[in-house]
């Protein structure tokens, strides 16, 4: 598949304001005490990620992954491989999830009240959030590269996926910068360190497109990019119920987070209709 110098800027520029979108977390991080009004902020913003990236994969991810697959195997064969795909997508991110140990965890972003007590923290403990701080930024580096790889493959197909994908994914980084952020911040107590770090976690972002780029444009086929929308699909919907919803519930109310899932399964319905 030919890709024009056109082309691989506009995907890696995606797949960069992505994951530099940790820097943003990085920010709020400093803001970290009003722990309600960044709760809501939190919450309304994971949800909108959630529900964007929810009506992407079912509704336009994987009806290209069926149609492309039909074309080449038949309705049925090309629907069950569109199947298969998918459900590996999910298992893979599962497979990364589990890997990363549960406290060192990305989804496990720090509240308020955690912050309130790095603040008040010993010197030992505060070499215990400064060595936090680095495996979070090396966990989320690890969970943020098959991201890179799913907006290259969006990217690819034009702006039509390639837009929206990139702000869902932005959306759902800055609690990530937030993980990384808040225990540097309280470790060194240096801003300037909490920002660079929350922002280096976001770069394995546009590595793995460049990754993408590199070893998987030379063999890039109208059916295997089928096949890598159903992937992807997968890997936004693991993300989707098994990190952005409930961390959306834990920052705010119930139907704070609802409103932002159906707001961005409206917003993304919409908006595809223009793009």
Known sequence: MEVTI????????????????TGLGGILAFFAKKE??????????????????????????MSQARTGLAAGYGSLAGGLFAVGAFAFGIFATFLIDRLIPEVENPHHVR?????????HAQENERAKFGRAGILFALAIGIHNFPEGLATFAAGLSGTELGIPIAIAIALHNIPEGIAVAVPILYATGSRKKALLYSLLSGLAEPAGAL????FLLPLLTPTLLSVLFAIVAGVMIYISFDELLPMAETYGKHHIALAGVLGGMLFIGAGLEFL
């Not at 509240?111 to 603040?119: D, R, Y």
């Not at 990754?211 to 590199?214: A, K, P, R």
Request: proline fraction near 0%; glycine fraction near 12%; hydrophobic fraction near 55%.
């Open 6 to 21: 056109g082309q691989f800027f506009f995907v890696f520029a995606l797949t960069l304001f992505a994951g530099l979108s």
């Open 36 to 61: 309600e009004e960044s709760g809501v902020f939190l919450s309304a913003s994971l949800g909108f990620s959630a529900g964007v990236m929810v009506y992407i994969s079912l509704v336009e991810l």
């Open 111 to 119: 509240s308020g009240s955690e912050v309130c007590h790095a603040e």
């Open 211 to 214: 990754i993408g780029f590199l």
